[in-house]
């Protein structure tokens, strides 16, 4: 992004949010979401001292109920426990903008093949920390990776980040999340709730059904072109629907999904030929929709389609109401629940993801799973768990996955030592002229050296004089070596390390490790990680 862009952006902040203008000097952006921006600012404190904040500026379509719950969850669960807490929160119309303290940190993908093991465990360590945290409010984060995983390596500080996609467990204590499970089950005109302002321009009209109806088309064009309903159509501000917000798929209800359909035009369908393949996969007696419907919903587990393979779709799959279940998240990091649309997710899908990170570090591959689509996604899942247990995990939250071929599962341990020794291979070879030279020079240095201490360009001889010291040429030449080697710790992974790395991607969320239990963990030692 050039300079001139991100210029202007900081204005439109600046206009947005005028209380800004007298508190912060926006300096840059430093990150970008779906639903916000991230700006780095300095503030003058009344000590004098200057000190640096990350504003979140959020995205005017977000609900005020949403709002309400990031920020509950920031003030509540935030500020301890390597998770990020909030300092204030400025309001103008319908921008917010959450102030938090700025943590400097590196890019993940920029010091993956760096990182010793014992930097990789006490990353894992301090992200349960993280997770274990929010999982006692009864938090689910829903979108765990590096990315919202701060990590400062020089102080070794650590910050969960961005809960924007959280949801609440059934006895969650941040009250707002529980607003959102009530809401996502209503529909579009239930009343806001208690305590939550809602900007004028969010407040959606009521007086006719027309003008609902008006409103769900309006959304979904604007979502269809792409502009994420910045501008209505006679060039004012959109009004949204309070949970019809595609983009929150937390909210997805069938409800909503059904009063869109009511108004977003179908394309349309041949009945005849539909009823024709109807008639050929389905018996006669079962053709109809009511018992077709009662068959799918209410029948057992055993009844199936006929239409598996073929081009067409019998009436008992047509019949079958629309999965709805949460599916937030970043692709590669979702769990196979999420990915099969289960419903009832927990905070399991967190430690999978946790799980996805720690497979990353262990393998020097960074995105480790990259799919375009959910079954694809889970396909890539399934040749590393093997098919048989993807299907046997699906089956205990009631999902059926057929494999056309079956896949064993791979040895964890196998599969990352065979992936980062070709990643080693590859840096190394990108790096090996420039090594050569460091080390040439080094030796010469070394050779010139007053104290007597020479290194020979051979590697059978090495003088070494008795009476000189080790000075910091030697340790620096060690230091090479190391670095080139690319070991750092990692020919000597525990096997702890791989049966831990088993627990987070176990394919069942009831039995997949909790962050607490993995703190406990063989692998971690709690004297060196407390």
Known sequence: ????????????????????????????????????????????????????????????????????????????????????????????????????????????????????????????????????????????????????????????????????????TPDTKIEQLKVLQVKKQGSCSQSNPQNIPVPRELVQPSSTKQSVKRHWSHSETQINKGNRGKEGLLGGPTQRCVFGERNFNVHSTVSNENSTLKVVKQPKIDVSSRKLAAKKTVPTKNTSGSVARKTASTGPASVTCDCYARDQVCTICLARSRQVAPRAGTPGFRAPEVLTKCPNQTTAIDMWSAGIIFLSLLSGRYHFFNAADDMNALAQIMTIRGSKETIQAAKTFGKTITCSKELPAKNLRSLCDGLRTVNTVFIESAEQSEMQKKRSALQIKMMESQDGWFVHNTCTESLVDPTGSRDDLESLAEKMDTEQSNMNGWDRVPDDAYHLLDRLLDMNPSTRITAAEAMLHPLFNTTENS
């Open 1 to 168: 992004m050039s300079v001139e862009s991100v210029s202007g952006e900081i204005e439109k902040l600046y206009a947005a949010v005028p209380q800004l203008r007298n508190i912060f000097y926006v300096m840059s952006k430093i990150g970008e979401g779906t639903f916000s921006s991230v700006y780095l600012a300095i503030a003058r404190l009344k000590s004098g001292e200057d000190k640096k904040f990350a504003l979140k500026h959020l995205i005017p379509t977000s609900h005020p109920a949403r709002i309400a719950a990031e920020l509950q969850c920031l003030t509540l669960a935030g500020g301890e426990d390597n998770v990020m807490g909030v300092k204030y929160c400025f309001r103008n119309n319908d921008h917010v903008v959450i102030v938090m303290p700025y943590l400097e940190h590196e890019c993940f993908a920029d010091i993956l093949h760096s990182l010793s093991f014992d930097e990789a465990k006490d990353y894992m360590y301090n992200l349960f920390k993280a997770l274990k945290r929010i999982h006692q409010f009864g938090i689910v984060h829903r979108d765990v990776k590096p990315s919202n995983f701060l990590y400062n390596r020089h102080l070794k500080q650590f910050a969960l980040v961005d809960f924007g996609l959280a949801q609440g």
